[in-house]
Every structure is written in structure tokens, then in C-alpha cells.
């Protein structure tokens, strides 16, 4: 069974990117101190590597990656551990390590390989030294994605879509290293003998557009191909755009890898760029500040483990009252209280607004909205009444972990019923049930 309906064409929502789309990124402040999150990803947390007075450079190892699911962790200044705590991340509670900058941006590479001969092992293995992962907000561990072998591999699709509400993190990394984006996709093909690679990106784009298809013709990367899609939301989903851009159907428990699709978002694709080319751990990256409550929004390039407070400072502060910060774009992101924490590899975008009274949920009126527009066929007010009722047992019959926690439900319901927190509380409760 197909996890995606046919007949799905997606919302028409507002993007709000007028603020940032056309600010060139400009470099953030380096702050004294930085705070790295063992739990900065997918899977298990980084096993600390460094202990209180160590010296460190741009890109020592501070936590490695476990056995199973994880990554590896990079110091992102040269400096001095000095201290290893508990401390509050946008994962919860984590174990961090501080750093205290000395500002001498002394680096640490990778170790050196041939660039001429890497195999799909060896490939998949530079990613997983460099620490990198999926940073178009899940935070997967991308290396995981790469271990395909060339004779299981027939595609290879990347996601500039960007659908996320306010988020310009990905359109201006297209823009401004268009260069790199082809040279890393032109090799990963040759890697895997991949003779279709396709670029998706939404047709408002324009700009974006004009430089990947202008350094495609510069570098004569015949087999790249953009393929442009229409600007509704969810068109950044990873199973959706695959079913869009080549037709292929994803199945129920499906990834793209088991039907031959590598596939990786475009900053993700720039900081492989960087591994490969540079010998370079992912220690920094573009982040969106935005929203109507920051005085100056800006695209920032920002070192993982500089304190949101520090991004927020230099964006002019925030306007007078009450204030909704949220990690992510409005749809999926999540609200966060704590200025001190720290960004990490899949902060896109922290967007700050103005805070609104919550709204008094109604009954369902039964308009089946939520039901029509749900991208994997789910019936999200079913779902919510089994949870509201302890009837947890009912996920595999409601198909509830089906959920892409896209919020199309909550946001086009007029009953102001949060029926995605709904639907997430009552898998988080299967899971617990399972586990007993």
C-alpha cells in the first residue's frame, strides 16, 4: 500500500520568506563560549571524547558516535574544554561539553583519502567522520543513507523544496554555493554510477533556479536535472517529492533507500561538499532568524554551539511583548522558552512571534477536512478521540505512526482542534504500552 494518496495536491499557504529570501548570509559573531549537545541527532548520544582542559581546534573530536544510529561531534572553535555538564538542549536534557574560544582558528581535517577512487564504503565513511547529518531538521545521520551500493542505487534526488513557512536556509545556500552543490551531486553520480540525479525545487524560486541551472551548463553535469515543483505545502517531504519527482511509490515503512533513492536536503549536500573537498566536519551552518518579533531578521552563518541568545543579539533584538520562539517554522517546528540554548546541526530557523491567546478548541463539525487533505490518507479526528478515550491500542488499526507530523491537520481545522499533538501524544503512549 502506498503511504502516499494519489489524489494529495497540497495546501496553498502563506511562506512569510519576504523578510530574509533576498539577504545574502552573512558570517555570525564567534561568541567566548560554546556549548555542544551530545544529542544534537537521531539515535544515541555522542560518547564525550574530551575531558576538562583539553585543547581543541576547529574540528577535534568532542563526542563520538555510538554503535548503531548516532554521529560524531566537532569542536566548531579552537580553544579549551572547560567544563562537561548536564544541561538543556533542543533534544531535552543532554550531556555538554564547553568550549572556551581563544579566537586563533587553529583547524583540525580529516584524515586524507583519494579523491579519485573513493567507493560508495569509503564515501558513506567520510560522511560519518565528518559527523554529518540531515540538516533540513530531522538531524538523521546522513552517512547511514550512503551506504547503499552502486548496483542497489538508481537515483539520486535533493530536496531544495523548502516548503516550511519562513525558512530561507536552503534557498540561499542554492544560491550563493550553487557551484558546490553541482560539483558534490556530479560526483556522488560517479561514485554510485547513477545516471539520473534530479534536483527538486518549488517554482517560486527563481533565483535559485537561474544559478543551479546556469553552474549545470558550467560544469557540464549533462545528467542533473532540476525538476520544479508547484509551491504547496508539504513538498519538502522526503517519500512525497519522491513520488512527485519520479513517480515512484513508497510504500508503508518504506525509506527512499529501499526502493534505490539516495536522497539528501541541499545544505546536506553542501556540507558532504565540504567533508569531500575540503576535509572539513560539519561545525557550522546557515540558520534562518526571522519573524515579525526580531528587529532585523537575517540568514546567518552560525557555528553549531553558539547560544540562540548570542544569534538573537545580533540580529538587533527583540520587539516589545509577549514573544513565541520557536525552533523550526511554524508547521513542524517546536516552541522553546530557553534563550541559552544552543543551535545544533538541524536548527534551520529560530522564528520569533508575536504570541497569540490559544484558542478554545470546539467540537468537531464534522467537515472531514483533516481527512481530505491528510497526505498519507490518515483520519486524524478518529485518531484524536482514541487518545482522548485511552484507547492507545488502536494504532496499528488508525495507522497513526504513518503520521509525517506535517500539522496540515491542525492548521486547516476550524474547530482549532490540535489533532497533530494529538496524534503524536497517542503514539508516544503505543510506544510506552509496547515497551512495558
Same mark, same amino acid.
Given at each position: 500500500?502506498?503511504?502516499?494518496?494519489?489524489?494529495?495536491?497540497?495546501?496553498?499557504?502563506?511562506?512569510?520568506?519576504?523578510?530574509?529570501?533576498?539577504?545574502?548570509?552573512?558570517?555570525?559573531?564567534?561568541?567566548?563560549?560554546?556549548?555542544?549537545?551530545?544529542?544534537?541527532?537521531?539515535?544515541?548520544?555522542?560518547?564525550?571524547?574530551?575531558?576538562?582542559?583539553?585543547?581543541?581546534?576547529?574540528?577535534?573530536?568532542?563526542?563520538?558516535?555510538?554503535?548503531?544510529?548516532?554521529?560524531?561531534?566537532?569542536?566548531?572553535?579552537?580553544?579549551?574544554?572547560?567544563?562537561?555538564?548536564?544541561?538543556?538542549?533542543?533534544?531535552?536534557?543532554?550531556?555538554?561539553?564547553?568550549?572556551?574560544?581563544?579566537?586563533?582558528?587553529?583547524?583540525?581535517?580529516?584524515?586524507?583519502?583519494?579523491?579519485?577512487?573513493?567507493?560508495?564504503?569509503?564515501?558513506?565513511?567520510?560522511?560519518?567522520?565528518?559527523?554529518?547529518?540531515?540538516?533540513?531538521?530531522?538531524?538523521?545521520?546522513?552517512?547511514?543513507?550512503?551506504?547503499?551500493?552502486?548496483?542497489?542505487?538508481?537515483?539520486?534526488?535533493?530536496?531544495?523544496?523548502?516548503?516550511?513557512?519562513?525558512?530561507?536556509?536552503?534557498?540561499?545556500?542554492?544560491?550563493?554555493?550553487?557551484?558546490?552543490?553541482?560539483?558534490?551531486?556530479?560526483?556522488?553520480?560517479?561514485?554510485?554510477?547513477?545516471?539520473?540525479?534530479?534536483?527538486?525545487?518549488?517554482?517560486?524560486?527563481?533565483?535559485?533556479?537561474?544559478?543551479?541551472?546556469?553552474?549545470?551548463?558550467?560544469?557540464?553535469?549533462?545528467?542533473?536535472?532540476?525538476?520544479?515543483?508547484?509551491?504547496?505545502?508539504?513538498?519538502?517531504?522526503?517519500?512525497?517529492?519522491?513520488?512527485?519527482?519520479?513517480?515512484?511509490?513508497?510504500?508503508?515503512?518504506?525509506?527512499?533507500?529501499?526502493?534505490?533513492?539516495?536522497?539528501?536536503?541541499? !545544505?546536506? /549536500?553542501?556540507?558532504?561538499? %565540504?567533508? +569531500?573537498? =575540503?576535509?572539513? &566536519?560539519?561545525?557550522?551552518?546557515?540558520?534562518? $532568524?526571522?519573524?515579525?518579533?526580531?528587529?532585523?531578521?537575517?540568514?546567518?552563518?552560525?557555528?553549531?554551539?553558539?547560544?540562540?541568545?548570542?544569534?538573537?543579539?545580533?540580529?538587533?533584538?527583540?520587539?516589545?511583548?509577549?514573544?513565541?520562539?520557536?525552533?523550526?517554522?511554524?508547521?513542524?517546528?517546536?516552541?522553546?522558552?530557553?534563550?541559552?540554548?544552543?543551535?545544533?546541526?538541524?536548527?534551520?530557523?529560530?522564528?520569533?512571534?508575536?504570541?497569540?491567546?490559544?484558542?478554545?478548541?470546539?467540537?468537531?463539525?464534522?467537515?472531514?477536512?483533516?481527512?481530505?487533505?491528510?497526505?498519507?490518507?490518515?483520519?486524524?479526528?478518529?485518531?484524536?478521540? !482514541?487518545? /482522548?478515550?485511552?484507547?492507545? %491500542?488502536? +494504532?496499528? =488499526?488508525?495507522? &497513526?505512526?504513518?503520521?509525517?507530523?506535517?500539522? $496540515?491537520?491542525?492548521?486547516?481545522?476550524?474547530?482549532?482542534?490540535?489533532?497533530?499533538?494529538?496524534?503524536?501524544?497517542?503514539?508516544?503512549?503505543?510506544?510506552?504500552?509496547?515497551?512495558?
Amino acid at each position: 500500500m502506498s503511504l502516499f494518496r494519489d489524489d494529495f495536491k497540497g495546501l496553498d499557504i502563506p511562506n512569510n520568506k519576504e523578510a530574509t529570501k533576498d539577504k545574502v548570509v552573512e558570517i555570525a559573531n564567534i561568541p567566548k563560549r560554546l556549548y555542544f549537545p551530545m544529542s544534537m541527532h537521531i539515535g544515541a548520544p555522542a560518547n564525550v571524547v574530551v575531558k576538562e582542559g583539553d585543547a581543541v581546534k576547529i574540528g577535534t573530536l568532542l563526542g563520538s558516535s555510538d554503535e548503531g544510529i548516532s554521529t560524531n561531534i566537532h569542536s566548531s572553535v579552537s580553544g579549551t574544554v572547560v567544563k562537561i555538564e548536564e544541561d538543556s538542549s533542543f533534544r531535552g536534557e543532554s550531556e555538554v561539553v564547553v568550549v572556551e574560544n581563544d579566537y586563533k582558528e587553529e583547524k583540525e581535517y580529516l584524515k586524507e583519502f583519494d579523491i579519485e577512487n573513493l567507493t560508495p564504503e569509503k564515501f558513506s565513511s567520510i560522511i560519518d567522520e565528518a559527523g554529518i547529518t540531515g540538516k533540513g531538521g530531522a538531524g538523521f545521520p546522513a552517512s547511514v543513507k550512503y551506504k547503499m551500493g552502486k548496483e542497489e542505487t538508481r537515483f539520486l534526488v535533493i530536496n531544495g523544496s523548502e516548503c516550511e513557512p519562513y525558512s530561507t536556509t536552503d534557498y540561499r545556500c542554492m544560491i550563493e554555493y550553487s557551484e558546490e552543490i553541482i560539483k558534490i551531486i556530479d560526483l556522488i553520480a560517479k561514485i554510485y554510477t547513477i545516471e539520473e540525479s534530479y534536483i527538486a525545487i518549488e517554482d517560486h524560486m527563481t533565483e535559485a533556479i537561474s544559478c543551479l541551472d546556469k553552474e549545470i551548463k558550467n560544469q557540464k553535469a549533462e545528467n542533473i536535472y532540476i525538476h520544479k515543483l508547484s509551491s504547496e505545502y508539504p513538498q519538502g517531504h522526503a517519500g512525497l517529492q519522491i513520488q512527485k519527482v519520479l513517480g515512484i511509490e513508497i510504500e508503508e515503512g518504506q525509506r527512499s533507500g529501499d526502493v534505490g533513492i539516495l536522497q539528501s536536503n541541499v !545544505s546536506t /549536500i553542501k556540507a558532504i561538499h %565540504d567533508a +569531500v573537498f =575540503e576535509r572539513k &566536519s560539519l561545525i557550522k551552518r546557515i540558520i534562518t $532568524v526571522t519573524g515579525p518579533m526580531i528587529n532585523d531578521p537575517k540568514n546567518l552563518m552560525v557555528r553549531i554551539g553558539t547560544l540562540v541568545e548570542d544569534l538573537i543579539e545580533e540580529c538587533g533584538g527583540l520587539k516589545d511583548g509577549e514573544i513565541e520562539m520557536i525552533n523550526g517554522g511554524p508547521m513542524m517546528g517546536r516552541a522553546f522558552e530557553d534563550k541559552s540554548i544552543p543551535v545544533d546541526k538541524d536548527t534551520t530557523t529560530l522564528l520569533f512571534l508575536e504570541k497569540q491567546e490559544k484558542k478554545k478548541e470546539k467540537n468537531c463539525i464534522r467537515c472531514a477536512r483533516c481527512v481530505d487533505n491528510c497526505p498519507v490518507a490518515l483520519q486524524p479526528i478518529i485518531i484524536r478521540n !482514541s487518545f /482522548i478515550n485511552g484507547r492507545y %491500542d488502536r +494504532v496499528p =488499526e488508525l495507522r &497513526s505512526e504513518s503520521c509525517i507530523s506535517c500539522g $496540515v491537520c491542525t492548521y486547516i481545522c476550524p474547530a482549532d482542534i490540535s489533532l497533530l499533538e494529538s496524534i503524536q501524544a497517542l503514539n508516544k503512549k503505543w510506544k510506552e504500552m509496547k515497551n512495558d
